[in-house]
């Protein structure tokens, strides 16, 4: 079975950083494509950024890029989200998802990732 546990939220003001991360395990560690989406109250959820696992080879949210950085760990189980000079706006339930399918890779689209997480909460004040 799939398991994919997000951890790292949490509030801090406009300006600040923080470092999600995604522990992943079971089925979901066989996944070629790793991303992290947000979705914030009564908004649509929203691709951040894409990573083929394995590589360096990554796509951003327009409003990301600069400011956030994925990555995953050598043994490929945990996948990070560096998120910088954070902004209100970026405030948002963020959540991991892996894909175990094959497909396109990296992909911000959502109906591509086959497994998620439960999410954390990012908040950020002005």
């Known amino acids: 079975q799939a398991q994919l546990v997000e951890s790292g939220g949490g509030s801090v003001q406009a300006g600040g950083s923080l470092r999600l991360s995604c522990a992943i395990s079971g089925s979901a560690r066989s996944s070629t494509c790793m991303a992290w989406f947000r979705q914030a109250p009564g908004k649509e959820r929203e691709g951040v950024a894409s990573?083929?696992?394995?590589?360096?080879?990554?796509d951003y949210a327009e409003s990301a890029k600069g400011r956030f950085t994925i990555s995953q760990a050598s043994d490929k189980n945990t996948l990070y989200l560096e998120m910088n000079a954070l902004k209100p706006e970026d405030t948002a339930m963020y959540y991991c998802a892996t894909n175990s399918r094959s497909g396109w890779c990296p992909t911000l689209s959502k109906r591509d990732y086959n497994h998620w997480g439960q999410g954390t909460q990012v908040t950020v004040s002005s």
């Open positions: 990573l083929y696992s394995g590589s360096t080879t990554a």
